[in-house]
């Protein structure tokens, strides 16, 4: 089983001992594209946090652009 979540970088909030928040949300406009409407009627509201700490990572991050995420089981 996987699930893939569609999610829009809301915000990264840098940390002052290194590394930074990113905050990811699911947003809601029935003016979206066909993907963006099913993504949304799966998944209307949500959000996810994560510290990272890779320089790199963070580079590759625009706020106000959408991301996907899988879910997929780790046996």
Do not use: H, W
């Amino acid at each position: 089983m996987s699930v893939r979540a569609k999610m829009v970088l809301e915000s990264v909030i840098p940390y002052s001992y290194g590394g930074s928040q990113a905050i990811f949300r699911c947003s809601y406009d029935p003016k979206l594209s066909v993907e963006d409407v099913s993504f949304q009627k799966a998944t209307p509201s949500g959000e996810a946090r994560f510290q990272i700490d890779n320089p790199s990572a963070l580079q590759q991050m625009v706020i106000g652009k959408a991301y996907y995420f899988d879910i997929t089981p780790a046996d």
